[in-house]
Each structure stands twice: as structure tokens, then as C-alpha cells.
């Protein structure tokens, strides 16, 4: 059974910094493409960042060189670096694993003065 628990969301201010983590289990996780994607109040779920099993990664526009995804196989962890944080970051952040149709409860990062 696919779990994925995300974690390390908060209250920021503007221009600062928050690293989400996400424990994922019941998966192959060393061959899992993973990602990261968030829904802000009142709009629907946007993709943010692929992972790929070997480290590469690919981002939303909107948060190029701001944001960075990394992994940990040996743990099944999965990371997002969010740097120079905006208030439009602001939303519910969720991983996810492509082959997979279970969602984990996500965490919230709230960018505001």
C-alpha cells in the first residue's frame, strides 16, 4: 500500500526559506519518478517539480531557481528547498509518485508578513 506523508510546512515570511520533506513507503522508491505539486485557496492542484530516480529534476516556471527537489533513495525520502518564498507560494504542497493514485495528506506553507 502507497503512503506518501509530507512534512516541514509553516508560516514564512516573504523572502525566506522552508524545506518540505516527504517519507514515502510501499513503493519501489529507488525507481519512482516523484513529485511535488500545490493548491492554493480556491484554485485547482498545479504541478511545481519532477524528480527522477537519478536526481534529475524539472520545474514550474514560476518557481525556477528559487525552488530545488532532491531525493534520498536510501531513506525514500523526497525533498523541495523553497527559497525567496512569495506570498503566491502560498497553498497545500503534496508529493507524489507517477504510477501511483494515492495522494498524502499534504503540508501547508503560509507566506505572509
Known amino acids: 500500500q502507497v503512503q506518501l506523508v509530507e512534512s516541514g510546512g509553516g508560516l514564512v515570511q516573504p523572502g525566506g526559506s522552508l524545506r518540505l520533506s516527504c517519507a514515502a513507503s510501499?513503493?519501489?522508491?529507488?525507481?519512482?519518478?516523484m513529485t511535488w505539486h500545490r493548491q492554493a485557496p480556491g484554485k485547482a492542484r498545479e504541478w511545481v517539480a519532477t524528480?527522477?530516480?537519478?536526481?534529475?529534476?524539472i520545474y514550474t516556471n514560476s518557481v525556477k531557481g528559487r525552488f530545488t527537489g532532491s531525493r534520498d533513495n536510501a531513506k525514500n525520502m523526497t525533498y523541495l528547498q523553497m527559497n525567496s518564498l512569495k506570498p503566491e507560494d502560498t497553498a497545500v504542497y503534496y508529493c507524489?509518485?507517477?504510477?501511483?493514485?494515492?495522494w498524502g495528506q499534504g503540508t501547508q506553507v503560509t507566506v505572509s508578513s
Open positions: 510501499g513503493i519501489p522508491f529507488s525507481e519512482a519518478i
Open positions: 507524489h509518485e507517477t504510477e501511483s493514485t494515492t
Open positions: 524528480i527522477w530516480p537519478g536526481g534529475a529534476t
